[in-house]
């Protein structure tokens, strides 16, 4: 990398990842598929991959996951380590078409978040995960595959409802460009 990461972005990262941990240890519903929840770590995922970019987004959801099955699981599953990196990336790659540090996040910025979300959570989910269940821990293909569909579906749902809150309510503390007037 040419350009390093700012301070700013490394302590994003540090909390970030023990965050997205933590719910995903107490955040999270069984779905009623066996090793598949609900959760709510990727809104915030959403949240701060939008917020810091696509390597912030990587970080957080790799060093996050990997923190989470280590810690409640014994060792991390990394086919779905390697997708929550996915999510954060795609998702991060909007951070600059949406302005939320500068207090936009109107109805155009809300479709683009979810546009991104929806994609991140597709290939996450629906290719990312299953594959490498199937290529890295010859999983069966059927279970794998219900399994991403469930993971994406609620993802892309939590997230788009969660995340959009999140963001929505986050952009509504930062000041809009150009709205401070000398007097």
Known sequence: ?????????????????AVFMILGRFGSIPSGIPNTNIETCYAFLALMAVLYGPVAG????????????LVFYGSPWFSWVIA???????IGLAWKKLKVNEGEFGKKEMIVFNIYQIIAN???WLL???????????????KVYLQGAVAGAS?????GILGTILLYT????????????RE
């Open 58 to 69: 990587v970080a957080i959801g790799f060093i996050g996951h990997a923190l989470k099955d």
């Open 128 to 142: 990312v995960a299953p594959t490498l269940d199937i290529v890295i821990y010859a999983e069966p293909a059927n």
């Open 122 to 124: 597709a290939i996450a």
């Open 84 to 90: 929550s990196a996915a999510v954060g990336l795609i």
């Open 155 to 159: 993802n892309a749902i939590t997230v």
């Open 1 to 17: 990398m040419g350009n390093k990461l700012s301070i700013k972005t490394i302590v994003a990262i540090g909390i970030g990842a």
């Open 170 to 181: 986050y952009s509504k503390t930062r000041v809009k460009k150009g709205s401070l007037d």
